[in-house]
């Protein structure tokens, strides 16, 4: 008989693998031989480095930390954004409001202040953005938008069942999360994930590789020996069935 396959059998094998891999190639330090990086496969079967698959330009050197005063100001931005509207409950209107009545009292201050101490006052700078950005901001928006809705399709249509199951539970783990907590939420971690986890990835990519891809293979060999004793006899208990019929 085949050996009866369990979450139990399942949870302790990958814990053993995660176990060994600790002991033969450290995580966090330790010196890299070149033999272990030598046969490492890279997920997906990239063969460009991180930084090139990012973009390669000043996106990818802000993601993975390249000038870390520019990262750690984009990153403290983005925290301080969440908690006015997370934290202290502001809306997008009252931020609005004040970031206006700020600039117009700044405006209102120049002007009359410039009058009372030169015989001419001075022009007060006017903020003009120009329609570009806006045009520029709609194209990518909607090339994006497009990309991604061009990308589903192909999934569904394409007949690649282990793709379409992938993109499934992805868009199902996605409404799951966004059911705990609301958009600005998910967005700020996502912000913090593409801040965080490419760098790190980059930093350690050998034990990560090495470590995913012994995950897989025990996934594989566990989904063999389901196969071989569960789901082949399904198979066949269903034709045995449609003979006697």
Known sequence: MSEKITAENLIESLVDTFVDKQK??????GEKSDSVSSEINRLFGRQKPVHHILGGGKSA???LWRN??????VLTGATVVWVLFEWLNYNF????????????????????????????????PRLVLPEELFVNIATVVGGEVNKGLRFLQDVACGGNLKQFLI??????AGAVVGSWCNFITVIYI??????????????????????????????????????ASVLSKISKGKLKGKKHE
Do not use: C
């Open 167 to 172: 993109v499934v539970g992805s868009l199902f």
């Open 93 to 124: 209107l009252t931020i609005l409001g004040f970031v206006l009545v700020l600039v117009m009292l700044a405006q209102f201050l120049w002007s009359n202040a410039s009058g009372m101490f030169n015989s001419t006052p001075s022009n007060v």
């Open 24 to 29: 033969s190639v450290p995580f966090f330090g």
């Open 61 to 63: 050197d802000v993601l």
């Open 68 to 73: 870390k005063k520019i990262s750690a100001s």
């Open 190 to 227: 996502g912000f913090v994930a593409a801040h965080t986890l490419p760098v790190l990835y980059e930093k350690y990519e050998d034990e990560v590789d090495n470590f995913v891809y012994k995950v897989l293979d025990q996934m594989q060999n566990h989904y063999r020996n389901l196969d």
